[in-house]
């Protein structure tokens, strides 16, 4: 069971990355899947989440409105468009299934190694 | 958001040591928190649910325990293995928010 992260950088402010998550070993279309940053120096923060159908997702106050989360069920790939970037973006960005919900929310029990992302003029 | 306060945020121990962590959430969580532990370079690792509930193939020298807003991660006999940073997450509702973390030296 594998989560492979790509599409990290280093991007200006104002600009836009698109981050992939490849998955392998799972049951890609019956997996809810989020994504996940940490800044440097701090702990994890939740940035967005989709569930088994598109229609519903989750996005942190933080990412909003410049970002969007999407899933290529044929792919079994996770997506993660981010415009209008900004420095306080700079982080290493993580994939991770979501298990145990408590029907509102979930625990994470698989994740990659993540993917660099630096916003810098 | 549902704010979590872990503690302390360093804790140093010896080999053989019982330790314990404790997360307090800014309002009730039922028992909808999980612990993960992070090394560096790493991913964080799933340890605990729904308090409690050892996630499979975590050694039993890690427990949780606690509900409401009072929770704690216990580690007994502490191996070199577990110097890691120790989180809580709230699961309750969105977002999931976690913990400050909690880095154990040995």
């Known amino acids: 069971v594998q989560l492979v992260e790509s599409g990290g950088g280093v991007v200006p402010p104002g600009g836009s990355l698109r981050l992939s998550c490849a998955a392998s070993?799972?049951?890609?279309?019956?997996?809810?899947l989020h994504w996940f940053r940490r800044a440097p120096g701090k702990g994890p923060e939740w940035v967005s989440g989709?569930?088994?159908?598109?229609?519903?997702?989750h996005y942190a106050d933080s990412v909003k409105g410049r970002s969007t989360i999407s899933r290529d069920n044929a792919r079994n790939t996770l997506y993660l468009q981010m415009n209008s970037l900004r420095d306080e973006d700079t982080a290493v960005y993580y994939c991770?299934?979501?298990?145990?919900?408590?029907?509102?929310?979930?625990?994470?029990?698989?994740w990659g190694q993540g993917t660099a992302v630096t916003v810098s003029s | 958001d549902i704010q979590m306060t872990q503690s302390p945020s360093t804790l140093s121990a010896s080999i053989g040591d019982t330790i314990t962590v404790t997360c307090r959430a800014s309002?009730?969580?039922?028992?909808?928190l999980a612990w993960y532990q992070q090394k560096p370079g790493k991913a964080p690792k799933l340890l605990v649910y729904?308090?409690?509930t050892l996630e499979s193939g975590v050694p039993s020298t890690f427990s949780g325990s606690g509900g409401g807003t009072e929770f704690t991660l216990t580690i007994s006999s502490l191996q070199p293995d577990d110097l890691a940073t120790y989180y809580c997450?709230?699961?309750?509702?969105?977002?999931?928010?976690f913990g400050g973390g909690t880095k154990v030296e040995i």
């Open positions: 991770a299934r979501g298990v145990h919900s408590s029907g509102r929310c979930d625990v994470f029990d698989i």
């Open positions: 070993g799972l049951t890609f279309s019956n997996s809810i």
């Open positions: 989709i569930g088994i159908g598109e229609a519903e997702t």
């Open positions: 309002q009730s969580i039922s028992s909808w």
């Open positions: 729904k308090a409690s």
């Open positions: 997450q709230q699961y309750e509702s969105y977002p999931p928010t």
